[in-house]
């Protein structure tokens, strides 16, 4: 079956700007999630949706927004990019989101703020 | 919150050898835990799930164990290879359900 599927793999965006990012879960998985992984600071969670509901949320300014469609693809978008925002954005997706179901990763979208 | 200390220097063993990995929590225990592998440039990878009230659990080469009272879990490879070479990060539940991860500890096998 298809994983997880995030696009695009690769951006650079200058300081100001802002940017959408995509992740296509697997299919029948209801629950996606968004993280930042970056050096300094490791996987941080920022949201996670289940059928087109925000359930949880992490702690980041309200930049950071996301949303999720009714085939369950999710789309992220951070506003007025910063220096800081540089990272390695994963999308996990899960079957409802329990704990046993393990989380499935996307590669990622590297994010490059210049 | 909840604080998980994983090495942050990298493990290096031989191969065939058994790799062990810590991942120690600081307040309270959760309900189950998850061991995670990455391999550069890559999205971790799900790996185990250990509940608190189970105190081992296998799965091929795989091996972790929680102990709720010393508020640590190990993660084993026996028989380790090459290919088991990456960053394998532990998590946990904070709040909700949703997981908080380790920063990892990169493990290197040498053939």
């Known amino acids: 079956k298809a994983g997880v599927t995030q696009t695009p793999r690769y951006l650079i965006k200058t300081r100001g700007q802002q940017v959408t990012l995509s992740c296509s879960p697997i299919s029948g998985h209801r629950s996606v999630s968004w993280y930042q992984q970056t050096p300094g600071q490791g996987l941080q969670f920022l949201f996670e949706y289940f059928s087109e509901t925000q359930r949880n949320k992490g702690n980041f300014p309200g930049r950071f927004s996301g949303r999720q469609f009714s085939n369950s693809r999710s789309e992220m978008n951070v506003s007025t990019l910063e220096l800081g925002d540089s990272a390695l954005y994963l999308c996990?997706?899960?079957?409802?989101?329990?704990?046993?179901?393990?989380?499935?990763f996307g590669s990622g979208t590297r994010l490059t703020v210049v | 919150s909840q604080k998980i200390e994983q090495n942050s220097e990298a493990l290096n063993i031989q191969e065939g050898k058994t790799a062990t990995l810590t991942c120690n929590y600081t307040n309270y225990s959760p309900a189950y835990l998850q061991w995670y592998r990455q391999d550069p440039g890559r999205g971790p990878v799900f790996l185990l799930l250990?509940?608190?009230?189970?105190k081992e659990k296998r799965k091929e080469r795989l091996k972790v164990t929680f102990d709720t009272t010393l508020k640590q879990s190990l993660f084993h490879i026996t028989a380790s290879q090459p290919a088991d070479s990456a960053t394998y990060l532990c998590a946990l539940p904070e709040g909700s359900y949703i997981p908080t991860f380790g920063r990892g500890t990169s493990l290197i096998v040498h053939p």
């Open positions: 996990a997706s899960s079957l409802r989101g329990a704990p046993e179901d393990g989380y499935t």
């Open positions: 250990i509940r608190e009230n189970e």
